[in-house]
């Protein structure tokens, strides 16, 4: 597959640069919790939502190179369940943010053969947002490239309390024996019951937490964190990203 983004970048930056990525050993599902934007306005005298909005321009820096890179799955923390208690135009303007990203980018998408996914309470969120993400995911859903999985209204405790919900409720029908409750039946009643496990999770702004994202998928995933702030992340920061996760050693809890 062409790389069409060189590794090497001619712009400094602060991390050095990873030479030597292996181009047929990368992760095949990376999760990103793109943190930071606030900070990042603040510092430069900008309301938060400024940051925001930078925010998203770097996430198509980020799909573009994932997708060139033959990443299969990129999930996205794009808006958490705990994030609606930010203040009522923040939130407005994050939920308006899909709808933006979508109108400029969704031609470029189906051109790449990206397919778009969400993981969340779809159903809670604005109409509007949902119209324009349903329909991302409608006119994207035969492609067969990169998944863009956006987690929107995503918490991870939510999604493993309505498995158990269906789980016990399959159990009370008389359909499932409790003995036949295993690891695999959880995972197929998560939102991410059709996707690989993320191998590799970003977190940016310095944070090391995972803020209720993915709690049950991550188990065995690698975890990098950089003290960079989301809009200022680049493709030479996620290639060293997973650069890094190529010198790392998966054992499973084995030896
Ligand atoms: C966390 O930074 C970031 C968010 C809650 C929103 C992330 C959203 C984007 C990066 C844009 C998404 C784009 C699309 C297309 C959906 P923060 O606001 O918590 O930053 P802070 O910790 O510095 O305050």
């Given at each position: 597959?062409p790389?069409k983004?060189?590794?090497?970048k001619s712009?400094?930056?602060?991390d050095?640069?990873?030479?030597?990525?292996?181009y047929?050993?990368?992760?095949?599902?990376?999760a990103?919790?793109?943190d930071?934007?606030?900070r990042?306005?603040?510092?430069k005298?900008?309301?938060r939502?400024?940051?925001?909005?930078e925010?998203?321009?770097?996430?198509?820096?980020?799909?573009r190179?994932?997708?060139?890179?033959g990443?299969?799955?990129?999930?996205?923390?794009?808006?958490?369940?705990e994030?609606?208690?930010?203040?009522?135009?923040?939130?407005?303007?994050?939920?308006?943010l899909?709808?933006?990203?979508?109108n400029t980018?969704?031609?470029?998408?189906?051109?790449k053969n990206?397919?778009?996914?969400?993981?969340?309470d779809?159903?809670?969120?604005?109409e509007?947002?949902?119209?324009?993400?349903?329909?991302?995911?409608?006119?994207?859903?035969?492609?067969?490239?990169?998944?863009?999985?956006f987690?929107?209204n995503?918490?991870?405790?939510?999604?493993?309390?309505?498995?158990?919900?269906?789980?016990?409720?399959e159990?009370?029908?008389?359909?499932l024996?409790v003995?036949?409750i295993d690891?695999?039946?959880?995972s197929?009643?998560?939102?991410?019951?059709?996707?690989?496990?993320p191998?590799?999770?970003?977190?940016?702004s310095g944070?090391q937490?995972l803020?209720?994202?993915?709690l049950?998928?991550?188990?065995?995933?690698?975890?990098?964190?950089?003290?960079?702030y989301?809009?200022d992340?680049?493709?030479?920061?996620?290639?060293?990203a997973?650069?890094d996760?190529?010198n790392?050693k998966?054992?499973?809890?084995g030896v």
């Amino acid at each position: 597959m062409p790389i069409k983004f060189p590794f090497t970048k001619s712009k400094p930056k602060p991390d050095p640069q990873s030479p030597g990525l292996d181009y047929k050993q990368l992760p095949q599902h990376v999760a990103i919790i793109m943190d930071g934007n606030g900070r990042w306005a603040k510092n430069k005298g900008l309301p938060r939502i400024a940051g925001h909005k930078e925010g998203m321009n770097v996430v198509k820096k980020i799909v573009r190179h994932a997708s060139n890179l033959g990443i299969e799955v990129l999930t996205l923390y794009a808006f958490s369940t705990e994030n609606w208690k930010r203040p009522k135009t923040e939130v407005e303007f994050l939920m308006k943010l899909p709808m933006e990203f979508l109108n400029t980018y969704l031609p470029e998408l189906i051109e790449k053969n990206v397919r778009v996914e969400t993981i969340g309470d779809f159903e809670r969120l604005p109409e509007h947002t949902k119209t324009a993400v349903q329909e991302a995911k409608d006119r994207t859903k035969d492609n067969t490239g990169l998944i863009l999985n956006f987690a929107l209204n995503y918490g991870s405790r939510y999604e493993m309390v309505e498995a158990v919900k269906i789980v016990a409720e399959e159990v009370k029908q008389g359909n499932l024996d409790v003995d036949k409750i295993d690891e695999g039946c959880i995972s197929r009643h998560l939102y991410t019951a059709d996707l690989k496990e993320p191998d590799l999770l970003i977190r940016t702004s310095g944070e090391q937490r995972l803020s209720n994202f993915l709690l049950w998928q991550l188990a065995y995933s690698e975890f990098w964190f950089t003290d960079v702030y989301w809009p200022d992340f680049d493709e030479a920061y996620f290639e060293k990203a997973l650069y890094d996760y190529q010198n790392r050693k998966r054992r499973y809890g084995g030896v």
